[in-house]
């Protein structure tokens, strides 16, 4: 289930699919890892985690360009400074949990040398792997996320429909105080303005109940109070108005963007974020990241050109590209929130699901509906 399957009104025109691969070449895979249920023991579980996958061009090391933007960063992405440096990523970007990180980033670099990706007589690499924090309800200091959870994740990295919801890396996490985790959205341009594709993949962990807003309704406020999460352990860091969540937002374009175009691009999730009611609190880590597909940059051998040339938009047209951007955050939260199941984690704590019955209530109150 998709928000617009529920008859909420989003601006812009979605990709086939809605989804981040509608941007041709970007592949998205999962691997999900939930077991037991009960008190909580360190090793053992229960176990509500998992990883992401998102391949820019395929199952190749070519390199494309890219920007990034911090907008609070009490998060990781490895790989960032790199990025920064040279504006260029290579290979996939994976998302986890916070604790899960330095496990996910060697495996990928194993995961290149099992598959033969690089042909240099000298190998490096500097991986994309961001987290956001499942420890609510998940044994994270278990350390159950494994290599092959990681190269299931990349091996059934595919184009088309993405899962999403309690999937991958979002298996474990809470938006706005309901059940969150991955989503996913894409919206196409006009011909008008160079008929490109945007797509964004989020994975949702942020917010308070109380700024949830859908379409503009501030659904947060009507539904206070109501099917809030039950936590059995002291729980007075999450009161009081405090946000702990984060958001990791992944951001495709096959428009030809330079790094310093994406940087940009990257900065306009922070609008769609804020119109579903996030904030960038002290504690949240959010960390935004934008690539472009429409240079490949082919170092497979260490014959390399001296001269290369490269597309790329003026910047008169790359507003359209901005607005699209934060339409597609926008949908892609929701569409997290509207795909997540409750769930019930380590000590029997309990985060439930946004009822799409109660949701669709109150945006017909507020005439939202198509």
Not at 263 to 275: N, S
Not at 303 to 311: L, P
Request: hydrophobic share 35%; with cysteine.
């Amino acid at each position: 289930m998709k928000a617009r399957g529920l008859g909420i009104q989003f601006d812009g025109q979605p990709g086939k699919n809605n989804t981040i691969t509608d941007v041709e070449g970007v592949l998205v895979g999962h691997s999900t890892i939930i077991e037991g249920e009960g008190e909580l023991v360190r090793g053992k579980g229960p176990i509500r985690t998992g990883v992401t996958a998102i391949f820019p061009c395929g199952k190749s090391s070519d390199e494309v360009f890219a920007g990034l933007f911090s907008y609070n960063g009490n998060g990781e992405m490895t790989g960032s400074h790199w990025i920064e440096e040279v504006g260029q990523l290579k290979g996939p970007i994976c998302l986890t949990n916070t604790h899960s990180v330095g496990l996910v980033r060697d495996s990928i670099i194993e995961w290149f040398i099992n598959n033969g990706f690089y042909k240099k007589s000298v190998f490096w690499s500097l991986p994309v792997v961001a987290e956001t924090y499942d420890g609510l309800l998940n044994d994270i200091n278990g350390f159950h996320v494994k290599k092959e959870h990681v190269f299931e994740a990349l091996d059934s990295s595919k184009s088309g429909n993405v899962e999403e919801g309690n999937v991958g890396g979002g298996t474990g996490m809470v938006c706005h105080q309901f059940k969150g985790g991955i989503g996913t959205s894409s919206r196409i341009l006009d011909e008008r303005f160079g008929d490109f594709t945007v797509g964004v993949l989020v994975q949702a962990n942020y917010g308070l109940r109380e700024h949830l807003t859908i379409s503009g309704v501030p659904v947060g406020k009507e539904l206070k109070g109501e099917s809030m999460p039950k936590f059995h352990f002291d729980s007075k860091s999450l009161e009081g108005g405090n946000e702990i969540g984060s958001i990791i937002v992944v951001v495709a374009t096959d428009a030809p963007l330079l790094p310093n175009q994406l940087k940009r691009l990257a900065k306009r999730v922070t609008a769609g974020l804020a119109r579903t009611g996030g904030y960038g609190g002290h504690t949240s880590g959010d960390i935004f990241l934008a690539f472009s597909t429409a240079n490949r940059l082919k170092k497979e051998t260490d014959v390399k050109e001296k001269i290369s040339s490269v597309k790329t938009l003026d910047d008169l047209y790359i507003s359209h590209l901005f607005k699209a951007t934060a339409e597609a955050t926008e949908e892609a939260i929701i569409n997290a929130l509207v795909s997540a199941e409750t769930m019930e984690g380590i000590n029997k704590n309990i985060v439930y699901a946004l009822s799409h019955d109660k949701l669709h209530n109150i945006l017909g109150k507020y005439n939202r509906l198509n």
